[in-house]
T-cell receptor, first 111, second 115 residues
């Protein structure tokens, strides 16, 4: 049973465009929703995270939009750059429990 | 301040051999997590350890896999009698916060290949 479903599996965006990655979750007890960024040969690194008491969080070019009623959240990358090319993982957790990761999205930004 | 250190980066084993993966957490971190990443898959939680204690091993296969985090030295993930299906990237993460999986810092992983 996949608790966090992520789409698309891969994404190609032109430089300067907006990259959008979506995630859906099932467990309404989840209370923490991070996004991780992973470059080839490296471990994932926390990019941005949100809690369900807000509908949006923005950090620089990265924004999380959160829809509690639909049990969905998404990552938006504005003005996408070639350096943003990486694999992105959404995740969720509740309380002190372990983080559950989505399957990842391979993002490629065309120069 | 060095990050999470994992070694080896690449490990090749033949079926039936043992694999030992090491993880040194960030300085000041006493909580270690192991995750496994298969191709085209996300990270699957395996085990959460504090010094000398296993806190949550709900993601560990029942057989052949074990983990420890001794008082001195790195955390070790041990896989006995490896099979081809064990081939994956194994990531270690550490956290400074008790019981919190939120502030995770990942190492660069060990890529295990079973021939």
């Amino acid at each position: 049973q996949q608790q966090v479903k992520q789409s698309p599996q891969s994404l190609i965006v032109q430089k300067g465009g907006i990259s959008i990655i979506n995630c859906a979750y099932e467990n309404t007890a989840f209370d923490y929703f991070p996004w991780y960024q992973q470059f080839p040969g490296k471990g994932p690194a926390l990019l941005i995270a949100i809690r369900p008491d807000v509908s949006e969080k923005k950090e620089g070019r990265f924004t999380i939009s959160f829809n509690k009623s639909a049990k969905q959240f998404s990552l938006h990358i504005m003005d996408s750059q070639p350096g943003d090319s990486a694999t992105y993982f959404c995740a969720a957790s509740k309380g002190d429990d372990k983080i559950i990761f989505g399957k990842g999205t391979r993002l490629h930004i065309l120069p | 301040n060095a990050g999470v250190m994992q070694n080896p980066r690449h490990l090749v084993r033949r079926r039936g051999q043992e694999a030992r993966l090491r993880c040194s957490p960030m300085k000041g971190h006493s909580h270690v997590y192991w995750y496994r990443q298969l191709p085209e898959e996300g990270l699957k939680f395996m085990v959460y350890l504090q010094k000398e204690n296993i806190i949550d091993e709900s993601g560990m296969p029942k057989e052949r896999f074990s983990a420890e985090f001794p008082k001195e030295g790195p955390s070790i993930l041990r896989i006995q009698q490896v099979v081809r299906g064990d081939s994956a990237a194994y990531f270690c993460a550490s956290s400074p916060l008790q019981g919190s999986h939120e502030k995770l810092f990942f190492g660069s992983g060990t890529q295990l290949s079973v021939l």
